[in-house]
């Protein structure tokens, strides 16, 4: 399986950005609009380094990238990552539709007499 030439580094980075939810909520907020890391902490009960460390393995799966603008760090979300996801997702979807599907041929086979 391939998806955008990811290799399991970059899938299991995917998954492993995506498993806490802070890091779930930071990447729906940037997709919404930018925002500085300073900006972020001040919505979260955590440190400023702690949300800083949660937007650098956000940013090592690619699915946010962050802009220096003077003294911030700007935020916003990766649209190509998060595509990458969506595609890696209906990939694995499909895999479990074909399953299904070959249960239920075997279901509704005839039983064979003997």
Do not use: C
Request: proline share 2%; no cysteine; charged share 30%.
């Amino acid at each position: 399986m391939v998806v955008d030439q990811l290799d399991d580094t970059g899938i299991d980075r995917l998954f492993q950005a995506l498993a806490d939810p802070t890091r779930r909520d930071i990447v729906r907020r940037v997709t919404l609009g930018e925002y500085s890391v300073s900006g972020l902490a001040a919505l979260y009960a955590m440190s400023f380094a702690a949300v800083q460390k949660h937007v650098a393995v956000l940013e090592r799966a690619s699915l946010v990238s962050k802009e220096k603008r003077g003294r911030e760090q700007i935020v916003r979300g990766n649209h190509e990552g998060l595509q990458s996801v969506r595609r890696l997702l209906d990939e694995y979807e499909e895999i479990w539709r074909q399953r299904a599907a070959r249960i239920a041929d075997i279901l509704a086979e005839e039983p064979k007499n003997n």
